[in-house]
């Protein structure tokens, strides 16, 4: 069974450096979405993707973050100046959601774990 | 914005017990339901789902219920096992927003052999 695959599993940085976090989503899935979880706190969403552009955004995801697909199967997000409060597990989700319809269940990839030191 | 709640915080339960969970959502538009099972340093597994336009889904022990009109949607589990202590986290999911999910905080599970 295909499955969404991130990279690196976990992430250690300094304070106020930039990390990058990878996905490769599902090969055919169209909707590519980023969560944060803070260590035992709820999964929280922070961007949607679709068609090469953000869809929706949350309050977290501020001018430090941002998203992009550089070629047909990656999806990455950046963090610019890592904050002690950016440790968490980021979870890269996606969803098939063509024109002829679909399914709404997001496959979730492992996550990567980010500490922030 | 959206939001969901869920209750209790944690559940303790007798192996054979019954677990109930509770939601509720507050976004109208929102159309899809899922539950995920969370087990420790893992991602989120989805173990059920429910459409806005079915009111109860089963699975094995695993069933959900939903009203839409209270704006309410329930997990029970039956025969508890060991095996299903875990944090579960309802959520809610709406075609906006290119389909994101809003979760809730989650219920600590645990069955007590």
């Known amino acids: 069974e295909p499955e969404v695959t991130q990279t690196p599993s976990h992430q250690v940085t300094q304070m106020g450096q930039e990390v990058i976090l990878r996905c490769v989503p599902i090969s055919n899935h169209l909707y590519f979405y980023w969560y944060r979880q803070i260590l035992g706190q709820k999964v929280e969403f922070l961007v949607s993707?679709?068609?090469?552009?953000?869809?929706?955004k949350s309050e977290i995801f501020d001018d430090q973050f941002s998203v992009e697909r550089p070629d047909g199967s990656n999806f990455t997000l950046k963090i610019r100046s890592t904050k002690l409060e950016d440790s968490a597990m980021y979870f890269c989700?996606?969803?098939?959601?063509?024109?002829?319809?679909?399914?709404?269940?997001?496959?979730f990839g492992p996550g990567t774990r980010l500490t922030v030191l | 914005g959206e939001n969901v709640e869920q209750h209790p915080s944690t559940l303790s339960v007798q192996e054979g017990d019954s677990a109930v969970i509770k939601c509720t959502y507050s976004d109208s538009a929102s159309n899809y339901f899922p539950w995920y099972k969370q087990e420790l340093g893992k991602r989120p597994q989805l173990i059920i789902d429910i459409r806005s336009n079915v009111g109860e889904k089963k699975d094995q022990r695993i069933a959900v219920t939903l009203n839409k009109t209270a704006k309410h949607f329930s997990l029970h589990i039956t025969e508890t096992q060991p095996e299903d202590s875990a944090v579960y986290f309802c959520a809610a999911s709406m075609k906006t927003g290119g389909f994101k999910t809003i979760f809730g905080a989650g219920t600590r599970l645990f069955v007590k052999a």
């Open positions: 989700a996606s969803i098939f959601r063509g024109s002829r319809g679909g399914t709404d269940t997001q496959y």
């Open positions: 993707f679709y068609n090469n552009e953000i869809s929706e």
